[in-house]
């Protein structure tokens, strides 16, 4: 699967690791696809969109980036990482020239309020700010819009199967993030602009398509890479 996922578009697959002297650990992973599907069109199921995890619907001339996964180990949440590959993920737009990147942000919040409103009335107050959803308000304030709610997106008791639907595109002036201009005109970084709170934490750029003889470094993070989303996705779930 990861490597049909880096043959396909080996430029969308990002590790986040830290560095133990000669060892590296795998503190993220992050997918993406290219669509020639714009957010504007009738949303598709995750599993739909990315036709299978070896990412069969990848269209190499795509001019949107499709958030496939994302998913952080649970002993490095809070540090950083997530900020980091999503910074990662952005550039790559720009990088390209490409219109945006989209994805389906699950509602992971949604289980605490399941007895108290519908996942549509949950979006909508996260939406607002009323309510932080643990993954979707990470997401709009790394920049990302909030465009609409996603039903049946994929299978997930604690969203109610349900994902907000968030939007990013370049600036015009050609920045990654967005600013939000303070009380006194000037400009204050965003949260996607500060740095990680982690200074050991770098971005890697999956390694080349397999095709190329794999050197055992190689082979060793894809397969740390897997093994660290495996163990993200089994705790508190995960996607775009
Ligand atoms: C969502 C996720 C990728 C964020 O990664 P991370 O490395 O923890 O993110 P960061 O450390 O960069 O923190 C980003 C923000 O999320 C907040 N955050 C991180 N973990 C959190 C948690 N468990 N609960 C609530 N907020 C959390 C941070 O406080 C920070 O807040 P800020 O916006 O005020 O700066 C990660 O929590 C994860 O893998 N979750 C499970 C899988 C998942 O939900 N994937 C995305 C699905 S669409």
Redesign the pocket.
């Known amino acids: 699967m990861v490597r049909r996922q880096i043959r396909r578009f080996p430029e969308g697959q990002f590790v986040a690791v830290r560095g133990y002297g000669d060892e590296e650990r795998v503190?993220?992973v992050a997918m993406l696809m290219r669509t020639d599907r714009p957010p504007s069109a009738k949303p598709k199921p995750w599993l739909r969109m990315i036709g299978g995890l070896g990412l069969r619907n990848h269209v190499a001339s795509g001019r949107w980036l499709y958030?496939v996964?994302?998913?952080?180990?649970?002993d490095?949440?809070?540090?950083?990482?997530?900020?980091?590959?999503?910074r990662r993920r952005l550039e790559l737009v720009r990088e390209l020239g490409l219109d945006g990147m989209y994805?389906?942000?699950?509602l992971?919040?949604y289980r605490r309020f399941r007895n108290r409103m519908s996942p549509r009335e949950y979006a909508e107050r996260v939406r607002s700010g009323e309510i932080?959803d643990?993954?979707?308000?990470?997401?709009l304030?790394?920049g990302f819009r909030a465009a609409g709610v996603i039903e049946d997106y994929e299978d997930d008791d604690e969203a109610g199967n349900c994902?907000m639907l968030i939007v990013w595109r370049p600036q015009p002036d050609g920045s990654a993030v967005q600013r939000r201009v303070v009380d006194d005109g000037s400009e204050r970084r965003s949260?996607s602009e500060?740095p990680?709170?982690t200074a050991t934490a770098a971005l890697t750029a999956t390694p080349a398509p397999p095709a190329a003889p794999a050197a055992p470094a190689v082979r060793r993070t894809a397969s740390q890479r897997a093994a660290a989303a495996a163990k993200?996705?089994s705790?508190?779930?995960?996607?775009?």
Do not use: H
């Open positions: 503190l993220g958030g996964e994302m998913a952080v180990d649970p490095a949440q809070g540090q950083g990482v997530g900020s980091a590959l999503y994805a389906g942000g699950m992971k919040g932080e643990p993954t979707v308000t990470m997401q304030r790394r994902a949260a500060r990680p709170r993200a996705r705790e508190p779930g995960s996607a775009s």
